[in-house]
Structure formats: C-alpha cells, structure tokens
C-alpha cells in the first residue's frame, strides 16, 4: 500500500508559476507517478506523467509549459508548472502505478491515488 500527499498548490496570477510535489508514504522508485486535475464541474483528467524510467508525458494542453520530475531517494514526484493560465485552475492529484505499460494516460490504470491540491489562476 502506498500513501501519496501533494502539496505546493495555490492562488497564482497568470503567468506565474507554481511546483507541486506528491511525496509517497515508501518507496516509488518502481512505480510510474502521473498528475491529473479536476475543474468543477467536469472530469478528471491526465496532466502528466513520469514512468520508474523516468520517460515524461504530458497533456497537449500542458506540454510547453508544465515539467514532471521525480526524486526517488526522496520518494517524491515533481510538477512544476510554469505560465499558468486561468484554465489551469483545478484540483491537482497524483497517482501511482505499479505495472509497466506503454501509456500512462489512462486515469482508470493507477493504483493509489492522493487527496488532491488546489490550484487557483487568477486572470
């Protein structure tokens, strides 16, 4: 059983930036780490990920301006997100898994999930 716990979320203006960190409760080094955030009102939905190879992905909507990064020894994994956008404005979860598999997209694929950040973009 892994506990994961995001913090570093926030009110930011537009353009400004923020880094949210997903600390795990044991070791991740295994385990492919993926943000996803939830607007109200709509569904949940992939931000980022980062494999136990440390290959990225990222949403189109995010690709430019938000970075995945991960620390084992620390048992944490990074978003820094840069040039934020009112749109951008959600709860932000990490989630791990476990298996390797070529996509880490998929929000019904991972297996320990956090409680959520909120992120605020103000315009």
């Known amino acids: 059983q892994v506990q994961l716990v995001e913090s570093g979320g926030g009110l930011v203006q537009a353009g400004g930036s923020l880094r949210l960190s997903c600390a795990a409760s044991g070791r991740i080094s295994w385990y492919a780490v993926g943000w996803f955030r939830q607007a109200p009102g709509q569904e949940r939905e992939f931000v980022a990920a980062i494999s136990w190879t440390t290959r990225a992905y990222y949403a189109d909507s995010v690709k430019v301006r938000f970075s995945i990064s991960r620390d084992n020894a620390r048992n944490t994994v990074y978003l820094q997100m840069n040039s934020l956008k009112p749109e951008d404005t959600a709860v932000y979860y990490c989630?791990?898994?476990?298996?390797?598999?070529?996509?880490?997209?998929?929000?019904?694929?991972?297996?320990?999930w956090g409680q959520g950040t909120q992120v605020t973009v103000s315009s």
């Open positions: 989630a791990a898994d476990i298996k390797a598999r070529s996509d880490y997209t998929m929000i019904g694929e991972y297996d320990y």
